[in-house]
């Protein structure tokens, strides 16, 4: 397999995807609601998304496609994930905080992944074993030493409250520790802040491959970690704690039962 063609795909795909975002925020989204009424899909969601399945299709006809709108299509030892739109609530209310996540895995290893935030025009990449990107540039995540520095964090709550629960408790554990920690709203971008040294450790619930594929791979290669809560290997669906790796130690602490 030829990784730097694969990553070039990726990227076409998502800079389709994110033009449609920037286009159709202009002539109208056609809002609706899925699981609960503020987990939202629009029509960039829908449009991206066979967008970039068509860009996947022409160059690799063979290969299986997994999207949040569509599921998966295809089956291969070859899975591109896709989220069309990660942070749909900000993307329809306006706040530009956005993005659009493609992964290419191979036998359940992620090889390459893709992030795209239209508002900033920032593309965030990786080839495994090839280090990560910012429009072109190498990334690398922060060297914050210790929560005390003071760490940024950052964390997310799933749109059903009930599952949300209990990650309010962890939240106001740090808040109470006077840490100062954000909730974006788009954990794909998320993780390339991570990645890119803006953000110093994060940790959320319940996510979704689609969310975290391509920035999971983004965070490794910029010298990240990345496990579950009790420093073990991650798996999606899972609870997830990524961060530059010196502050994971005191993170798990504080998330621990
Ligand atoms: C959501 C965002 C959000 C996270 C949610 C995800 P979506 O994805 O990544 O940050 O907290 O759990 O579902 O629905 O905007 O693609
Ligand atoms: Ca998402
Ligand atoms: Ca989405």
């Excluded at 599921?71 to 905080?97: E, K, M």
């Excluded at 390339?192 to 969310?211: I, M, Q, S, T, V």
């Excluded at 791979?217 to 010298?223: H, S």
Aim: hydrophobic share 40%; proline share 5%; with cysteine.
């Amino acid at each position: 397999m030829d990784w730097q063609r694969a990553l070039e795909v990726a990227v076409a795909a998502c800079h389709r995807a994110g033009s449609l975002h920037l286009q159709l925020r202009d002539q109208g989204l056609d809002i609706g609601s899925k699981s609960t009424f503020a987990d939202l899909v629009t029509r960039a969601d829908r449009e991206s998304e066979l967008a970039i399945r068509q860009v996947i299709a022409a160059a690799f006809p063979d290969h299986a496609v997994v999207g949040e709108e569509g599921g998966q299509l295809g089956d291969s030892r070859y899975r591109w994930i896709v989220d069309p739109l990660d942070g749909t609530v900000n993307y329809a209310h306006g706040f530009p905080f956005s993005c659009v996540s493609v992964a290419l895995e191979v036998e359940g290893q992620t090889r390459v992944g893709a992030v795209f935030d239209p508002n900033r025009q920032e593309l965030f990449s990786a080839i495994r074993g090839q280090g990560a990107r910012c429009n072109g540039h190498p990334i690398r995540v922060s060297a914050c030493p210790d929560l005390e520095t003071p760490a940024l964090l950052a964390t997310g709550f799933p749109y059903d409250p009930a599952e949300g629960a209990h990650n309010l408790e962890l939240f106001s554990r740090f808040l109470r520790l006077g840490l100062p920690v954000r909730r974006p709203g788009a954990a794909a971008l998320d993780l390339c802040y991570l990645a890119a040294g803006r953000l110093d450790g994060f940790w959320e619930f319940k996510l979704n491959p689609w969310d975290v594929a391509a920035g999971i791979l983004i965070i490794q290669e910029a010298g990240g970690q990345v496990t579950d809560l009790s420093g073990e290997t991650y798996r999606y669906g899972g609870p997830l704690l990524a961060s530059n790796g010196r502050i994971h130690r005191q993170m798990r602490a504080i998330l621990s039962p």
